[in-house]
């Protein structure tokens, strides 16, 4: 008793802890009639409620984590429960990654919980580690048409529900347009594709060299046709996946457009190997629509108006393509004739696309991290 | 056009050149080595405390009310809490206790470790309604009545909080009593004569290490309030000496050679504490001065810490961060109101400190008006308080 006299009178001045107290963060996506979710929880509270150090060396690897991967989806599956109007949903943990946040590494389990009808009232029951530990909380992110609300469920409330209200069909379709046009921007990998099918657009090869082009015309068709065949693919299976008739892995879509910059660059150094550029954008195109669609999946899609959503969200895309076009197109058109456009511009900033994203595709396919982008 | 070859080799050139920066992990991943230590742990399955807690989590699983099992390890966990800086172990106890937290009067074992809880989580006024419920069961509750007075210190409710010091006269061993006061004269300008009795205390043999360090660590603290810097050095080093591990006394310390701008000290002294928030912020100070690249990580990573606090809706921290937006961030117009709502849940030096240099900052002196209020009230005997109010009453605004 002793020494919790001294304890007592200096755990009011602790400067601070060492630790943040114990968090979970929960994110939800509602879609149509499911919810795709991710879950971080820290490892060291699994290590404390299952037990995950196997040889008891203080120590967490990445082998003791995996070989518990299904105790821990079985732990924290029952202590979630998803249901929509008093239905419950039906949970699968996809995968288990690792992430780091400020104060240690957490476990991610994404999942998809299927309600098998149109989500109209969430309920979300969270009860992960509240019996051993009073003060943990589950923050949570609710991502539904495009909005984002926030929740946090402690031992006092671990219970709410969430009606998906209906929202202003306008204000909805201007948030998809947005989301569309900022994805486009800040999607370097789509800007750089682009770039590079844009780079010999206002030039002609005669007789195995590059040459300006003489006519402005010619050059807008050229672009227009890029452009056009660019969209129509990506909107094509961008519809496709949204309407989940197409559902492809991320990590393989992720690396197949990282590939198709790769490609699109080595095609300006070997102008021969890609003689129509429209068809080489139509085909990269159907891959990063599927792309595109991984955002508005994750922007949690309306079950009402799926294809305003999808619609707004593709209109934003053209948006932002057609700006890139409009500050690109007229500055090559200028400086098609100097010295340095075939060379510095066209044959350098292609070489810099091709190394750029050789870099993304050695990350994403072979999940490693290299380059923070 | 360039050859093929030398196309692969530029390409290869420029994979390997961006492939140097730093792995940031942002997204998800799965590792790739099974050796691959992802987290470290508190213990090791062997360690004795380990094995303690253990034990005792098994006899209150096998009995979920018995109050000893409960009382026991609760208490284990709170004293683990404190040692490792790691809040967890609070919540841990919380839910040892759950049977009875909800309880309006639970057994008083429960309610001075509930007492506690409630005033690591900042809630003072609920803590003290439990220290009152004890002690009027328990009027010899000297665990109860010390309690009682560092809440109301905090509180700057000081005659009550003395008074609840002097309680312990017959209940507990002298220094304690004496610790209790002085910590609170120090404040009040009355110094001299606890100081006196304090430091022929520190010299009794019987001490315990970590009441050598709560006693050297007032002794410095005062002496350091009134400019005494020699003394003051001598006591921290008093209370270093113990070889116990304190992150107050660290703390306290750091802030002592950041006053004399002994920033390199800093650094030595604090270069491997990176995990406790209020340590960090410190380093960090110190980097800034000395104009140090780290700089910039450890604040970008003291505003990530910060960040994530807000967002699980806790209160706890808002002392150093308002210190860290003001010092670091050098934002006096946000430093502000998080100071003044700090102010309005504790008021201790470091407390007043952070306000009025805020309110210097954000030239606004109603801001600081009820610190200096408070100052003239108690008689405060404060070297950097007072040079703090000199200089805000001096500017015109």
Same mark, same amino acid.
């Given at each position: ?114 309600? *098998? ?35 946090i469920f402690s031992q006092e409330s671990p219970s709410q529900t969430f009606s998906l209200a209906k929202r202003s069909r306008w204000i909805e379709s201007m948030q998809f347009i947005r989301e569309g046009l900022w994805h486009i921007w800040l999607g370097y990998d789509h800007v750089l594709f682009l770039l590079a099918l844009l780079l010999p657009a206002v030039m002609v090869r005669v007789a195995d ?15 227009? *046709? ?38 699109? *660059? ?24 599927? *792309? ?19 619609v707004s969200f593709n209109i934003g895309v053209e948006i932002g393509q057609l700006a890139i076009v409009a500050a690109f197109l007229p500055m090559a058109y200028l400086i098609r004739q100097s010295w340095s456009y075939p060379r510095l511009i066209l044959t350098g900033g292609s070489l810099a696309v091709v190394a750029i994203a050789l870099v993304w595709f050695t990350e994403r396919a072979f999940n490693l991290q290299l380059f923070p982008l | 056009m360039i050859r093929l070859r030398s196309l692969i080799v530029l390409a290869l050139l420029g994979w390997f050149i961006l492939s140097l920066s730093d792995r940031a992990a942002s997204e998800p991943y799965r590792p790739t080595d099974d050796a691959q230590v992802l987290e470290r742990l508190t ?87 439990? $220290? ?137 002294? $604090? ?54 937006? $003001? ?44 610190? $200096? ?25």
């Amino acid at each position: 008793m002793r020494i919790l006299f001294v304890i007592a009178w200096l755990l009011l001045s602790v400067p601070a802890w060492a630790h943040k107290p114990s968090d979970s963060y929960l994110s939800l996506s509602v879609q149509n009639d499911h919810v795709e979710g991710q879950w971080d929880i820290a490892l060291r509270d699994l290590a404390d409620a299952i037990g995950l150090d196997g040889d008891g060396n203080g120590q967490l690897t990445w082998g003791e984590v995996r070989n518990k991967h299904d105790e821990i989806v079985a732990y924290a599956l029952s202590r979630l429960a998803v249901s929509a109007d008093a239905h419950t949903c039906a949970t699968q943990v996809q995968e288990q990654l690792i992430d780091h946040h400020t104060d240690g590494a957490y476990s991610i389990l994404r999942f998809r919980s299927d309600c *098998g009808r149109h989500i109209e009232r969430l309920m979300v029951d969270y009860r992960l580690l509240f019996d051993t530990d009073a003060q943990h909380k589950g923050l949570l992110r609710l991502t539904q048409g495009g909005q984002t609300s926030t929740a946090i469920f402690s031992q006092e409330s671990p219970s709410q529900t969430f009606s998906l209200a209906k929202r202003s069909r306008w204000i909805e379709s201007m948030q998809f347009i947005r989301e569309g046009l900022w994805h486009i921007w800040l999607g370097y990998d789509h800007v750089l594709f682009l770039l590079a099918l844009l780079l010999p657009a206002v030039m002609v090869r005669v007789a195995d060299r590059w040459q300006a082009a003489t006519h402005l015309s010619s050059v807008c068709w050229n672009v227009v *046709g890029i452009v056009t065949a660019f969209t129509l693919a990506h909107s094509l299976t961008l519809s496709l996946a949204a309407f989940d008739i197409v559902r492809l892995p991320s990590r393989l879509v992720e690396s197949s457009i990282a590939a198709s910059v790769v490609l699109a *660059g080595i095609g300006n150094l070997y102008p021969t190997m890609l003689s129509r550029r429209w068809m080489v954008a139509f085909g990269f195109g159907l891959i990063h629509g599927f *792309g595109f669609a991984a955002v508005l999946t994750d922007l949690g899609l309306p079950h009402d108006s799926l294809l305003l959503s999808l619609v707004s969200f593709n209109i934003g895309v053209e948006i932002g393509q057609l700006a890139i076009v409009a500050a690109f197109l007229p500055m090559a058109y200028l400086i098609r004739q100097s010295w340095s456009y075939p060379r510095l511009i066209l044959t350098g900033g292609s070489l810099a696309v091709v190394a750029i994203a050789l870099v993304w595709f050695t990350e994403r396919a072979f999940n490693l991290q290299l380059f923070p982008l | 056009m360039i050859r093929l070859r030398s196309l692969i080799v530029l390409a290869l050139l420029g994979w390997f050149i961006l492939s140097l920066s730093d792995r940031a992990a942002s997204e998800p991943y799965r590792p790739t080595d099974d050796a691959q230590v992802l987290e470290r742990l508190t213990f090791k399955s062997a360690d004795p405390v380990a094995r303690e807690l253990a034990m005792l989590r098994s006899s209150v699983r096998q009995n979920p009310h018995s109050l000893d099992s409960a009382v026991q390890l609760a208490t284990r966990y709170i004293e683990q809490g404190r040692s490792e800086g790691d809040p967890r172990f609070l919540g841990q106890a919380q839910a040892v206790l759950s049977p009875w937290w909800n309880e309006p009067s639970p057994p008083s074992a429960v309610l001075l470790l509930r007492a506690t809880i409630r005033q690591n989580a900042h809630e003072f006024d609920q803590a003290l309604t439990d $220290l009152d419920q004890v002690v009027a069961i328990q009027p010899t509750n000297a665990q109860a009545w010390l309690s009682k007075a560092s809440i109301l210190q905090v509180q700057a409710r000081y005659d009550e909080a003395s008074r609840a010091c002097q309680r312990l006269a017959r209940l507990a061993a002298s220094h304690v009593m004496l610790g209790c006061l002085s910590d609170i004269d120090g404040v009040t300008g009355q110094s001299a004569k606890s100081r006196e009795l304090l430091r022929q205390a520190l010299s009794k043999p019987a001490l315990s290490g970590r009441e050598r360090i709560w006693i050297a660590t007032i002794l410095a603290e005062t002496a350091a309030r009134t400019g005494a810097i020699r003394e003051a050095e001598q006591y921290f080093n008093d209370a270093f000496m113990v070889g116990i591990k304190d992150q107050y006394l660290l703390g306290v310390y750091a802030d002592f050679l950041l006053d004399q701008r002994r920033y390199q000290e800093v650094i030595s002294l $604090l270069q491997s504490e990176t995990r406790p928030d209020g340590l960090l912020l410190r380093l960090a100070l110190a980097e800034q001065a000395l104009d140090l690249s780290s700089f910039q990580t450890h604040t970008a990573e003291l505003a990530a810490r910060f960040a994530a606090a807000r967002d699980r809706g806790t209160i706890v921290h808002v002392r150093e961060e308002a210190r860290f937006t $003001l010092a670091l961030l050098h934002d006096a117009k946000r430093a502000l109101p998080l100071a003044r709502a700090n102010w309005n849940v504790q008021r201790e030096p470091a407390d007043a400190r952070i306000l009025l240099e805020s309110a210097l900052a954000d030239h606004n002196l109603p801001a600081a008006q009820p610190v $200096l209020d408070w100052m003239k009230r108690n008689r405060v005997e404060d070297f950097h308080l007072q040079q703090l109010a000199r200089q805000l009453q001096e500017a015109r605004f």
